[in-house]
């Protein structure tokens, strides 16, 4: 494996940080997680602004293909854009459409889906949400019952959906159905596309504990789905999924988060004498810093395996599986050097960060759970990595 980057490349994230440093305001305390744009009219706002900026630059579409509105440049160029709006907190790109959707897209949808639904992702003209967990399916996604019945020329769609991040913000949706209930669980699935505001389809929101909504629930009442919006074929909707993950567990965002975080924790220890000579908050901070690292490495491997046209199942899971719990760690010890300042509020007379830290320490329990609980990642890992069995 060689890091190393080009002087292209070099030119490239000077080129993404310049940006960002000029269109991103600073008058906003912007959350250390994207999830916390959702919740707030004013930031989804600059977020949206901000896509379409992005996407004139074309690095809403790095690696895609010229003829989709796409760059035609290496997974190591992705891998920069991606670590520095992480870093720098850039708002306005879509996850669930730029790095989770449009990777399937590419690898499975038709010609007439390309067509239609990637150079809007590009331009930075639509969002879209996730429809894959459900009430009794989260870990064991394959357990999922969203029905979808073949009736003249469609699919009529019935189910429930939950933990949709954005769905009340997003154009589409893209979610599994169960398509067949006569064969094995993971082979009866398949994987479609909808409008958000299509009949039948209700999303109602969840709010949590601090208050905010990011998450959604998502009802499906005989939603017609026409037949060409299907992706990947009938009951080819794991393997669509399985793709879908690899991607969105690469890790180097999360890891982009959690540097910065750590430098504002550090930031905060010089500025106090006391903290700044404490043994323990050094030792702590260090530990935080080489597990940062480390992490960026696990990122940075990723991208190099994809440039290289290798399986990622094994490491994307690590990627994952680190970074969240390295920003859990990094949350907790900020609490710890806080004290109750840090729990406070935007608003509040002795706030920290901008209320980030407190905000942060919350909600960071969902993001072992999202995506793929920890445990999952462990089976994977132990699985396909080591090659252990599976009982």
Known sequence: MDFAFTPEQVKFRQEVQDFLKREVPRDIAWPWWFEGILGSDDMWAVARKLARKMGEKGWLSLTWPKQYGGMEKGHIELLIFTEETAYHRGPGVDIFGVKMLSPVLLAFGTEEQKKKYLPPISRGEVFWAQG?????????????????????????????????????RADYIFFLARTDVQVPKHKGISFFLTEANAPGVEVRPLINMLGSHSFNEIFFTNVRVPKENLVGGKNNGWQCATALLNFER????????????????????????????DPRVRGKLAELAVRVDVGRRLGYRVAWMQSNGMNVDTQASMAKLFSTELMQAIDNAGMQLTGLNGSLAEGSKRVLFGGRLGESYMSNLGRTIAAGASEIQRNIIAQRGLGLPRD
């Open 132 to 168: 894959f967990s459900e009430p009794n399916a989260g870990s064991d996604l394959a357990g999922l019952q969203t029905r979808a019945i073949e009736q003249d020329g469609a699919y009529i769609v019935n189910g429930q959906k939950v933990w949709s991040t954005g769905a009340h």
């Open 250 to 277: 690469s890790g180097i965002g999360y890891i982009g988060a959690c540097r910065r975080n750590l430098e504002d924790l550090v930031a905060y220890a010089c500025n106090s004498k006391h903290l700044a000579r």
